[in-house]
Nanobody, 124 residues
Framework: VQLQASGGGLVQAGGSLRLSCSAS????????MGWFRQAPGKEREFVAA????????YYADSVKGRFTISRDNAKNTVYLQMNSLKPEDTAVYYC??????????????????WGQGTQVTVSS
């Protein structure tokens, strides 16, 4: 499985960005997908995740109500719509696939494939 994340950039506080992550493979619709982020000097942290069919979504408390994860299985793509961005959202954002579990995991260690990351910078 190869994952390609895109859509990062520089935005002012209060602005919006939409990240995309395209995946290779014929069984994308069976993967749990997640977004994680890592700020300088900090550990990688969970942001959002979505079940294989898209029926269940999960969010970190810090982004709940501002970010929305979605997926289009016909396009092998998962999205992260980020609204009302804050400077503390600045980080490298990674998409990840869990090809083994059915239950959505929040632990990055449960994900076995990772994209290359895309930088999001929110200026104050």
């Amino acid at each position: 499985v190869q994952l390609q994340a895109s859509g990062g950039g520089l935005v002012q506080a209060g602005g919006s960005l939409r990240l995309s992550c395209s995946a290779s493979g014929r069984t994308f619709s069976s993967y749990v997908m997640g977004w994680f982020r890592q700020a300088p000097g900090k550990e990688r942290e969970f942001v959002a995740a979505i079940s294989a069919r898209g029926g269940s979504t999960y969010y970190a408390d810090s982004v709940k109500g501002r970010f929305t994860i979605s997926r289009d299985n016909a396009k092998n793509t998962v999205y992260l719509q980020m609204n009302s961005l804050k400077p503390e959202d600045t980080a490298v954002y990674y998409c990840a696939a869990d090809t083994y579990h059915i239950v959505v995991a929040l632990d990055p260690g449960e994900y076995d494939y990772w994209g290359q990351g895309t930088q999001v910078t929110v200026s104050s």
